[in-house]
């Protein structure tokens, strides 16, 4: 229906088990993101999702497994290493830079970019300007195209929660990333944010040929937007597979589907 | 009643009134102080917004930084060699630091951090000690060129005597204050130790390194101390006795916040005059050792008016 020339893959997460203590967040799982898709990852309360995407930008180092990330395998990420190869991310628990302006928070999703050396940013000089102004003009796209326009200068800490939701995506959209992995964007929206942020995801998806992992647990939302769907369920792989072919799945509907219902 | 009334609420005022050049030198040495306690308060300040751990090793980090500057020059280091090599050792203790106290602690609870700069302190004492010996030393001030001198300024039909060091502190604080101001407002650096002291976590995901951060604030910091060694040591003299000034930036970070730059420094401007003022011309009444409390009455006493300090909203939220 949508038309993106979906690609190779472009990470793969192998045998990857990781532990807490006694606990197994993830035990033993494989899967792979292909280029301009959009990879859904669901399964229940607990189920390792967002311990997943830790993984993947580094926060957690998995104690087996690899990451091969555009061709590279590593034992472990680094949120670093993640960063700057072009791996941005939201969390489930909105961290924005509560003190700092809208403006301000995008604009620190371009700190990889900045190439010119502090001391001439300190004089505020030539080249340095001019980089900044640049970088400045690519943030009031993201802002334009996000319609916060009217909160560009607000502290990010004053806004209601779906707004900083919104603004943790700009930051991340500032990173202009190959991969964005968001983690449950939709949650504690009502129906016309849960639009609205169906519709950029999708644009950004779409217009960019960006790649996105995607936890969310609205299952019409995963079913629209998504190509493929991971199922995690106590940190196993419970399926994988399109939307039409996972939401059939007798194991998936019994961990996931029928709890839901 | 109406005797002590009077003592405590009209004598000093009429003091300050009939002897204005005295009360104008009472204030340029609570200022020359206050520039001090504010400079550690800084320093304080730099670490505990980038990694949110309150310093406790930071008076020590003066008088360490002081010894080995004085130290290098009793074994023959020519003086500006000797403080370019104090430079490198603030930078090597910051390196340290980053790499074998926070980077293995990152994530434990706040306290644990702070016990850790606890250590931190007891391990440069012993340090300073085992390298320099720790008896009182004088501090090389004519060697690095700093005035010695005074100056007499006649004015308000009497005399203000100006020591040319205390001078030459407030231009060097001034000067430092204002290239830490531009480099942490202006630069990609100043950005990212902003966003680290708002969020980790959101630091790190936008590629902000972490590691490197807290080794420019814990080096920054580690200059300011040396430049808060030099000038304290010039008016006394270099001993560990020292830290004890570094309790003042207390009373400094209640006042301040600590968080705030501005607050520090304003916050230590106001503790250094107060302190003086009381001490001057309240002392008497209260007997002595009155300098050793008198700091936190009045920061005390500022917060009964200003609960949320001179700065801002948040004042002690995280320790
Ligand atoms: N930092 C952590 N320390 C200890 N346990 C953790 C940590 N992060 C996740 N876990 C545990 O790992 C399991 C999976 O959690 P999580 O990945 O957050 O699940 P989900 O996002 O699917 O709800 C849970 O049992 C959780 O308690
Ligand atoms: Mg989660």
């Known amino acids: 229906m949508r038309q993106r020339a979906i690609g190779e893959v472009i990470l793969a997460v192998e045998d990857v088990s990781l532990r807490f203590g006694g606990v197994r967040a993830i035990a033993d799982v494989s899967f792979d993101i292909r280029a301009h898709e959009i990879r859904a990852i669901i399964g229940p309360n607990g189920a390792g999702k967002s311990s997943m995407l830790n993984v993947i930008n580094g926060f957690y180092r998995p104690q087996e497994g690899r990451i091969v990330w555009k061709g590279q395998a590593h034992r472990a990420m680094r949120p670093y290493l993640a960063a700057s190869t072009g791996i941005a991310r939201t969390f489930q628990n909105i961290a924005l830079f509560k003190g700092m302006t809208v403006l301000d928070n995008l604009m620190s999703g371009r700190t990889l970019k900045m190439r010119r050396g502090f001391f001439w940013q300190a004089l505020r000089y030539g080249p340095a300007l001019e980089e900044e102004i640049a970088h400045r003009r690519r943030v009031e796209e993201i802002i334009d195209f996000l319609e916060i326009e009217h909160i560009r200068k607000v502290p990010v800490g004053r806004l209601p929660y779906g707004l900083q939701k919104r603004v943790e995506l700009g930051r991340a959209l500032a990173m202009e990333p190959e991969l964005l992995l968001l983690d449950e964007p939709m949650a504690g929206m009502n129906l016309e944010e849960k639009e609205d942020m169906s519709r950029y995801i999708l644009e950004v998806n779409e217009q960019l040929g960006t790649t996105i992992a995607l936890i969310e647990h609205d299952m019409s939302v995963v079913m629209d937007l998504s190509d493929r769907i991971v199922v995690l369920d106590h940190g196993q792989l419970l399926a994988d597979g399109p939307p039409e072919v996972v939401s059939r799945d007798p194991a998936v509907i019994e961990a996931y589907l029928g709890v839901a219902h | ?319």
């Open chain 2, 1 to 319: 009643m109406g005797g002590l009334l009077h003592t405590v609420l009209v004598d000093p005022f009429v003091q300050m009134w009939t002897l204005p050049d005295f009360f104008v030198q009472v204030l340029w040495e609570g200022l020359v102080s206050g520039i001090l306690y504010a400079l550690i308060a800084l320093g304080f300040v730099l670490i505990f917004k980038a990694s949110a751990v309150f310093n406790f090793a930071q008076g020590i980090m003066v008088v360490f930084a002081a010894l080995s500057l004085v130290g290098l020059h009793r074994l023959g280091v020519p003086a500006f060699v000797a403080l370019g090599l104090c430079v490198l050792i603030m930078l090597a203790l910051a390196v340290a630091v980053e790499r074998l106290v926070l980077r293995p602690l990152v994530n434990q609870p706040d306290i644990i951090l702070f016990m850790a700069t606890i250590g931190l302190t007891y391990f440069l004492i012993g340090l300073g000690e085992l390298v320099f010996g720790g008896e009182p030393k004088v501090m090389i001030t004519s060697e690095l060129l700093l005035p010695t001198g005074s100056y007499v300024w006649e004015t308000l039909g009497g005399r203000v005597i100006l020591q040319q060091i205390d001078i030459a502190a407030a231009v060097i604080a001034a000067a430092m204050v204002a290239v830490l101001a531009v480099v942490f407002q202006r630069t990609k650096i100043g950005r990212a130790l902003r966003a680290v002291a708002d969020d980790h976590q959101a630091a790190l995901s936008v590629g902000i390194a972490l590691e490197t951060i807290w080794v420019v604030v814990w080096f920054a910091a580690g200059v300011v101390a040396l430049a808060t060694g030099i000038m304290w040591g010039a008016r006394s003299d270099v001993s560990f006795a020292l830290q004890i000034v570094a309790l003042k930036a207390l009373p400094v970070l209640v006042l301040g916040g600590l968080t705030s730059v501005p607050g520090a420094i304003m916050g230590g401007l106001i503790i250094g005059i107060g302190e003086k003022l009381g001490e001057i011309y309240w002392g008497g009444l209260l007997g002595g050792g009155i300098e050793s409390w008198l700091a936190y009455l009045i920061a005390l006493a500022f917060l009964l008016v200003r609960p949320q300090g001179l700065f801002g909203e948040r004042i002690i939220e995280r320790v």
